[in-house]
């Protein structure tokens, strides 16, 4: 059987700017809090960051062309934000701002459509150094940079996104420590939680201004959670989760008003709100964009955050150590639409495996083949089960710079050397390509049954999602 899609269905895929760009201080741009994250606290040399990878800041052309021959009809891409407005004076950076501008431009000369993510975690290392996101005046830092790339373009890019995964960069980055800034400051991560709303709040009125901005959204990495055992201890835990995880920031946002989990994870340090602030957080969006991985199973622990972790992951696992689980995304799709009532892209799926090219420059990744068709195929459930679902990136375009794990973790749908910037498009970019004119029957190698033949395990029926 073939899948189906709406005509108008919008294939694409997703990079961000420090994961791909390199040469990050040249052109007037500034170090940004992870630029200086990697080199200090992760120990990755800069003469890696900035000349390894995929180097798209000089290749641009060349992964343009890429894109088109993969036949998608739009691309998700990150402003660097220190490249934009590099120094304390604040002042526009031209030549940061030309870089975008002909990256667009050559993006609109084959058809394909821009999707813009404003803020994908690179912040200016000299703003973190005024405290970032936990400062009050973060809010006007950010809508006058996202001032200065609407003014530029707004005339030739139709779709935005404010922000991109709240939740990781104040959870990951602030509370436990492990991306940058690198805190573990509840009181920094409670400050950053009213700036980072209102933030996005403001942007998305001021971008309504400009006329050719018809398409505003958010994206939230959503997982959908199931206790491990039907205890009580487990099922509140899961409760938990799920209540931090995925309505942390969408509730606020949708409600106007504060989830009580906000408080239980920041006790004293709660953020006090006026109703003139709760009214401004509603400013409503045209889409949700969903980042959709994999999901958790979560297990009670007396001495974790919020007396929860995650039990551990069942095969088939991606190199992430993520499980494999398609139906979880149909789950988080519904389950956003029953919530928020908002159409929704697809902004990010897609999993790690290492593949490296052959002698005759073949990639075989039947895996991200396998992967992505299960994905695809939930997708298609959505839409004749009446969710507007409007588009599906992949992550991602190319293998890239996975924060912590550097460029240990493969996620590409095209190969690249990290050395020589060689670029060569997987079995799967081409499995793509074909899906997208058309060609969406089950490939051979994806069985139907329910045997995953790379890991000889089963794929998990529908699991009976309690806290979702
Ligand atoms: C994120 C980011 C991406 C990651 C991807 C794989 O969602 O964490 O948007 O930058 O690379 O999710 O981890």
Request: hydrophobic share 35%; proline share 6%.
């Amino acid at each position: 059987m073939s899948l189906s899609f709406p005509d108008n269905f919008i294939y694409g895929a997703a990079t961000s700017s420090f994961q791909i760009e390199g040469s990050y201080l040249i052109d007037g741009a500034a170090p940004s809090n992870w630029y200086n994250f990697s080199v200090n606290n992760l120990g990755i040399p800069s003469e890696v960051l900035n000349h390894k990878g995929c180097k798209h800041y000089i290749n641009w052309k060349n992964d343009v062309q890429l894109i088109h021959e993969l036949s998608l009809n739009s691309y998700r891409f990150s402003v660097s934000w220190p490249r934009i407005i590099p120094d304390k004076d604040q002042l526009p950076n031209s030549k940061g701002l030309d870089f975008y501008d002909h990256l667009v431009d050559e993006l609109h000369r084959f058809n394909i459509s821009p999707m813009l993510t404003l803020f994908h975690w690179d912040l200016p290392q000299h703003l973190e150094d005024q405290g970032g996101w936990a400062n009050p005046e973060s809010i006007e830092w950010y809508l006058h940079f996202v001032e200065t790339v609407a003014d530029r373009l707004a005339d030739r890019v139709p779709a935005w996104i404010t922000i991109n995964e709240p939740w990781v960069f104040l959870h990951l980055g602030m509370i436990k420590g492990i991306h940058a800034p690198g805190y573990k400051d509840l009181k920094h991560a409670a400050s950053s939680y009213k700036n980072i709303l209102m933030a996005h709040s403001e942007a998305v009125r001021i971008l309504r201004s400009y006329n050719n901005c018809s398409e505003i959204g958010i994206s939230c990495n959503i997982s959908p959670f199931t206790p491990e055992t039907d205890s009580r201890e487990d099922v509140e835990a899961c409760q938990r989760i799920h209540d931090y995880h995925n309505k942390l920031f969408l509730d606020a946002w949708h409600k106007g008003d504060i989830p009580e989990i906000a408080s239980q994870v920041f006790g004293k340090h709660t953020p006090k709100w006026n109703s003139e602030e709760l009214r401004i957080l509603q400013e409503p969006i045209d889409f949700i964009g969903v980042n959709y991985y994999t999901f958790f199973r979560v297990r009670y622990d007396p001495h974790a955050f919020l007396q929860a972790r995650s039990a551990p992951p069942r095969p088939p696992l991606t190199d992430m150590k993520w499980e494999v689980y398609p139906r979880g995304l149909f789950k988080a799709l519904e389950w956003i639409y029953n919530r928020y009532h908002t159409e929704i892209y697809i902004t990010e799926n897609g999993c790690a495996y290492t593949y490296e090219p052959s002698n005759s420059g073949e990639v075989t990744d039947n895996r991200r083949i396998d992967y992505m068709y299960r994905h695809l195929e939930q997708c298609s459930m959505a839409i004749s089960n009446g969710i507007p679902l409007k588009g599906y990136y992949a992550w991602s375009l190319l293998d890239n710079f996975e924060w912590t794990f550097a460029l240990n973790k493969r996620f590409g749908l095209i190969h690249v050397d990290f050395d020589t910037q060689k670029r060569t498009i997987k079995n799967s970019g081409y499995f793509y390509r074909d899906f997208i004119n058309g060609k969406t029957e089950k490939p051979d190698h994806v069985r139907s049954d329910v045997i995953n033949q790379y890991e000889g395990v089963v794929w998990h029926d529908d699991i009976n999602f309690r806290a979702i």
